[in-house]
Each structure stands twice: as C-alpha cells, then as structure tokens.
C-alpha cells in the first residue's frame, strides 16, 4: 500500500516536469527579419531602425513568402528592436537575418554606437553582410523589391555570395568588420549600395567600397577601383580584367581565374617601402578588335600590356587612398606588425600620416592560360 | 569503508576531462594576445616538478589520499585543519565549475531560463554518479573523453579552410613579461588543478602509475586545450578573442561549409557540458571524501547529497555576473590557488620525505 503510495506521489512530482520548455514559443509567435537598415532619426541624436520582415502568411499559400517594412525611432538600437514588438505585437527572431545596411549619415559618424548591440547579443548572429548605403538613407534600399527573390535582404546576401565572380565590392560580414577595426594596422571597409532605377524598377546595386578610419566612414572608391584594391589584398577571386589595345581603346576582356599576391614590406635606403607582388592568371575571353591577337607573339605583347596595365591601376588606387583617406584599408600596417614588430613600435601611434607616406612598389604578371574556344580575332577580309 | 579500484586507463581519462575543465570554454587568460599558446606550453613544462612531488607523494603514501597523507604527516589536528582547507578548495572548485555552465546557458543558450535550473540538472547528475561510486565515474570518463576527442577533432577539421595563419605573428607581441603572466594564470586554471585528484588516488591500486596517470593527462589534456586555443586564435584573431566571453562557441558559430554545415556551435556545446560534469563530480567526490575522513565517517555517500546540493547552491551566488567571473578567474584565482596547488603540496612532500626516512631509520636501528 505504502508503495503505491510512494509511486503515485512521485508521478505527481513527475508531472511537473512535463509542462513544457521555459520559453517555449511557436513560430506564429515571432517575426523572423530578413534585414535592417539603420538611418539617423528625426531628432537629434535619435536613430532610426528598418527592418524587413518576412511574411508568413503569405508563404502559406505557396505563393514566394512577402515582406513588410517597419521603421521606428529610438535613441538605442536595442530599445528600437524592443519597441518594435508594440507594432507587431511579435518578438522579433534576429537570427536569420542576412544584411545590415547602413546610411552614409551613420556611418560617417561612427558605427560602434550601431553595431555592438548586433555582435553582443545573444539573439543576433555577426555573420550577417554589412552595406553602407550610398543613397540618402537605407530605408529606402530596405524597402526595395527585388528581381530574383522576394526579400531584399536574401537577394543582398546572395549578390554577396556571388560577388567572387564581380569582385568590384568587398564582401563584409559584421564579425569581420569588427575584427579591422580592432586589429592594429588594419582599416575596416564595407561595400557600397545604391539604387539602380530602369523602367521604373528599382533595384539594389552592391559596387564600390566605403571606407573607414577608426569607425568614421571617410570616403569612397568606385566599383572599378574596389576590384583593383582587392588585387592589392590578395582576396580577388574572378571578376574581368579589361586591357587596351595599341591605341589605348578597351579592346580585350580578360576573365580572371586565380591570383596571388604577395605584400613585402621592406627597408630601401633607410625608408620603408612595400613590395606589390601579383601574378594573377586568366583566360582570355573577348577580342573586340580584328588585329593584334593572331598569334603566339601576340599573346605574350597581350600578357605584358595587361601587367603593365594592372600594376598601374593598382598603384594608381593605392596613391588615390593614400592621399585623400589616410586610412590603411590594405593591411600594410598589420604587415608591417606582424614582419618587423621593432618597426611598427615606432610608426603605430602615428600610422595614418605614415601609411600616406609610404613607398609603394607594385610589379604585376599577368598570365593568360587560354584563349576560349577561337584560338585567334575574328578576321575581315 | 570498501575500496574502490579503478584502471589506470579510467584514471586518466578523469584526469583529463577535470583538466580541461572550463578552459576549453572559457578561453585562457589573455594579456599575451596571440602568444596564448606559447602559455600554455610553458605551464605545461612548469608543471612536471610538480606532478613529479604528487606522483612522489602517491608511492611514499601508497593506497592513501590526500586527506590521510594530510593526517599521518601532520598528526590528528593540524591534519585534520589543513583537510578542512582542501574541503573547501573542492568544493568551491566544483561549485566555480557549475557556475561557469550557468553563465555560459545565461548568456548563450537559455538566456531566459533561470541560471539555477541548467546548474541544478548537471548537479543533480553530479551528485548521483558520485553516489554510484568512483568506478562508474571513471567509465563513464572513458567513453566521454573519446567523445570530447572526436568532436574537437571534427570541428578542428571544419575550420581549417577559416585558419588565418598571420595571426600568430609576431611572435611575443605584447612582450615576454605577458606571456609569463599567461603562463602563471593557464598553470593554475589547468594543470595546476590536478591537486584535486590526489584527493581520488587511494583508488589507484598500483604504487607506480601515478607518474604514468599525471604525465599521460597532462599531454593529452594538454593537446586538447592547445588545439582549442589555436584554433580560437587562428579563426578569430588575438584581438577579437580577448573581447569574447567563451570564445570557442563564436568560432564554432563561424564554421560554415558550402552554406550546408553551418550554426553548429550548439552542438559542440556537447564537449562543455561534459567537461563540466566530469570536474564537477570529481570535485564533489574529493570533497565528500574529505570530508568522511575528517569526521571519521564510514562511508563519504552519506554526504554526497547534501554537499552537492550544497555546492549548486553556493554556485548561485558565489558570483554576482559573468564579469565578475572573468575577474575573478582570470586574475585572482592564480593568487588565491597557489598555496594549495604548490605551498601545501610542497611543504607536505618535504616533511614526509623526513618522516619516512626517519622511519626507516628507525626501522635499522631496531633491527639491528
């Protein structure tokens, strides 16, 4: 008898741990975001938050899942994403979030305020993609509709996963951007974003490079430029490479299939000057002129043409950053740390006036390893 | 009181998972920046003397844990005194370990669910397997310690494309006076610890494998926590590293192949908890032990349920948060353990030494 007793008593126990997880929710119970775009809010020292929320209920009816954009004000990021939920009357679910755009406003005064609530909590991932918006404010990048896939922020990330074939935009996410900006020698970098209108149709466009020093955004670089800053830090990965013919007209599209560089710093008569090695290997892709590509010879004057190209525009962005931003977006000064820590003692505390300064000599390769399927220009007779 | 024996093979297994403990979590202390390792290797060297006294220890006092090597050197009281002091070093150890898994599921995992409940489950656990006894203890180590192996292996294998290898130059960046300091803090939240499991040696049976117990951990703990820490450092670089609170979950969270194997940083909290267990009921075994030798019980089991429940509770609030944490391990706690871990250990080497040579001398002269 007592033993049933017993038992019964600790069934009736047992049951008090069968009433469910601690925080249980279900999905209707959250909004999952897709993206934030964060603006400088109405008054003075407020920020504003975007955030593009996916659409459950229309995902139900196998149609592709819709967006809804929500914007509030507040003066922490934290307490906007809070707030939020007296709009939705859903907590937010960050983690599947994939951009973060923010406006040339914001970040030209300092991101830290914006983006450590992103990479200390616990709720955020920080591998989301950061943007910097070159149009007036990331609202309205946020809220634009995009050509292949329903929600903005999923078709960025996928522009961002398919960058290595354009490599005219650094591909950032927020970790990494936080870890150049704490690394000594190291300035942070994000891509740009603007609107590209046709017919009407607004689409989001990811080109060029915003850069930053310390975390004040100071100036930008085109597309083109990007691709050639990212030859000088070794992380290009395909994209075009177009060279000019006798006449200095664009004539030859080279598609790039892999490259290396390699950054030496080194002491030359007492100054510090840095060694831009790159041998970069193609295949060439496009002749839009009849002459000049009929035979072997014609490949190597090619191959030499196009390094000598290449190694012109890399130093010509290099003296460009050099002389207008001061800020070390390649990496020079963690080179510099990690070789020649003695150096570096005594040129960190001023590096941004030193890396201006800094000699730079760039030496490019060029090797073209095919030629498609025609194995020379189309010839008129 | 019954023996329990346990294989030297179950031995180390304990051994290791308790000295590996929190570190492969938590990180090591981290004024040397990417000069960690090199930390590490150092304390590794630092500690030989002092396995050598504790292995010296174990044949001088064969079949004896710490607490009765404390009374028969000491005599009745002072031993008795000193014992209570390594009671209580077991128990906070234990309760420091539990309360690191809560502030790891506070902060990380279960952000809404009281820190108590996760520390209560694990104790719980802790205090029934010490309840089993030594034996299962040690074979459930066994099978964990592969586990643990296998998963750092696999995640190591995962981040290899991520490694950055430029983060570890230049070599000794924040100068040599912060890597001693490393060297002094990864000694005693480690190696040093290993004190703890004099206090389990009287399940050894053999005289001679306690060296072989001490160095084997030692080396292979050793490589776990290396592999840890390099890889932290090589995914993350020194500066980032220093800023996480458990800088293991974040580089797992950047593993991603092929957008397919990605956010599986829950799942290497595995290896946490069974790092946490394993320290914790070890802990809670020594100072249960303690604390049966101390007052003459007959059996430590008989305390096991009120320590543990002692010890989850103490682990509430022996800290007020997660900063605290940090300052407290990083900073105080290689002050704080050094007597128990060297002086003590130390002083009780060199007297016994004396009283067994006198022993023996006295052994001749009443033979002859």
């Known amino acids: ?381 | 009181m019954n023996k329990e024996i346990i294989p030297v093979g179950h031995m180390i297994s304990v051994t290791v998972l308790f000295t590996v403990g929190t570190s492969i979590f938590m990180g090591l202390p981290g004024q040397s920046g990417n000069s960690k390792w090199i930390a590490l290797l150092f304390a590794m060297v630092l500690v030989v003397p002092l396995i050598l006294i504790y292995a010296r220890l174990h044949v001088l006092f064969p079949g004896k844990d710490l607490f009765d090597m404390l009374i028969a050197v000491y005599g009745r009281v002072l031993g008795r005194m000193i014992s209570c002091l390594y009671i209580w070093y077991a128990f906070h150890l234990g309760a420091l370990a539990l309360r690191v898994f809560g502030e790891f599921s506070r902060s990380v995992a279960l952000t809404e669910t009281p820190m108590l409940v996760p520390m209560l489950c694990l104790g719980l656990l802790c205090i029934w397997v010490v309840k089993a006894g030594i034996e299962v203890l040690g074979r459930s180590a066994k099978l964990l310690l592969l586990f643990t192996i296998a998963v750092n292996l696999i995640i190591f294998t995962l981040s290899i494309s991520k490694l950055e290898y430029h983060h570890l130059l230049p070599l000794f960046d924040k100068g040599l006076q912060s890597v001693l300091s490393d060297t002094m803090g990864t000694f005693s939240v480690t190696f040093a610890e290993i004190i703890i499991i004099l206090g389990a040696f009287s399940t050894i049976s053999n005289k001679a494998a306690g060296k072989k117990i001490l160095f084997g951990s030692v080396l292979i703990s050793g490589m776990i926590i290396l592999s840890a820490t390099l890889r932290n450092l090589l995914m993350l670089g020194p500066e980032v590293v220093s800023s996480l609170n458990f800088p293991s979950y974040v580089s797992a969270s950047r593993i991603n192949v092929g957008d397919f194997l990605s956010r599986i940083e829950a799942s290497t909290a595995v290896v946490f908890v069974i790092t946490t267990f394993i320290k914790a009921s070890l802990c809670l075994y020594v100072a249960s032990c303690g604390v049966a030798k101390v007052f003459k019980l007959k059996s430590y089991r008989s305390v096991v349920l009120q320590m543990g429940l002692l010890m989850i509770y103490f682990a509430d609030f022996v800290y007020k948060d997660i900063m605290e944490m940090q300052y407290f391990s990083y900073h105080i706690y290689k002050i704080y353990a050094f007597p128990f871990q060297v002086i003590i250990p130390l002083v009780l080497w060199i007297c016994a030494e004396i009283m067994v040579s006198r022993s023996k001398h006295k052994q001749v002269a009443s033979q002859q």
């Not at chain 1, 354009?166 to 970790?175: K, Q, R």
């Not at chain 1, 290009?236 to 007209?249: C, P, S």
């Not at chain 1, 496009?286 to 490949?299: G, H, L, Q, R």
Request: glycine share 6%; charged share 25%.
């Open chain 1, 1 to 381: 008898m007592l033993k049933k007793v017993i038992l019964a008593f600790i069934s009736l126990i047992l049951l008090i741990s069968v009433t469910g997880c601690w925080n249980y929710s279900e999905v209707d119970d959250i909004s999952i975001v897709a993206g934030v775009g964060i603006d400088k809010g109405e008054s003075e020292g407020e920020l504003s938050v975007t955030v593009e929320i996916v659409d459950t209920k229309e995902g139900m009816k196998s149609s592709p899942a819709g967006f809804k954009i929500l914007t509030l004000s507040g003066k922490t990021i934290f307490e906007i994403a809070r707030g939020i939920i007296s709009i939705t009357g859903k907590k937010l679910f960050w983690s599947h979030s994939k951009a973060i755009v923010l406006s040339e406003e914001v970040a030209r005064e300092g991101v830290i305020k914006v983006i450590d609530w992103y990479n200390r909590d616990t709720e955020t991932r920080s591998d989301v993609y950061i943007f910097v918006s070159k149009e007036k404010t990331a609202k309205e990048v946020i809220s634009l509709s995009s050509v292949t896939e329903s929600i903005t922020a999923f078709a960025l990330a996928q522009q961002m996963r398919s960058e290595k074939n354009v490599s005219t935009a650094p591909v950032v996410e927020i970790w990494d951007f936080i870890d150049k900006l704490e690394a000594s020698g190291e300035f942070a970098m994000a891509p740009l974003i603007y609107i590209h209108e046709q017919n009407k149709i607004k689409n989001a466009r990811v080109s060029g490079t915003a850069i930053f020093s310390m975390d004040k955004m100071v100036g930008t670089i085109s597309g083109e430029e990007t691709k050639y800053m990212l030859f000088a830090k070794d992380q290009i990965q395909g994209g075009v490479l177009t060279v000019n013919d006798k006449q200095g007209k664009t004539a030859f599209s080279l598609e790039i299939l892999s490259n290396k560089t390699k950054v030496k710093p080194v002491w030359i008569d007492g100054k510090l000057q840095m060694q831009i090695n790159t041998e970069t290997q193609v295949g060439l892709d496009e002749v839009m002129t009849p002459e000049e590509f009929n035979n072997i010879n014609s490949k190597n004057v090619l191959e030499e043409r196009a390094g000598k190209e290449l190694q012109e525009r890399i130093l010509s962005i290099i003296h460009r950053v050099q002389k207008d931003y001061h800020a070390d977006i390649f990496g020079f000064g963690e080179l510099i740390h990690e070789r020649m820590p003695q150096t570096w003692k005594k040129v960190k505390e001023n590096w941004g006036q030193e890396f201006s300064e800094l000699d730079v000599v760039v030496n490019s390769k060029v090797i073209i390893k095919s030629s498609g399927q025609t194995s020379r220009s189309i010839q008129t007779h």
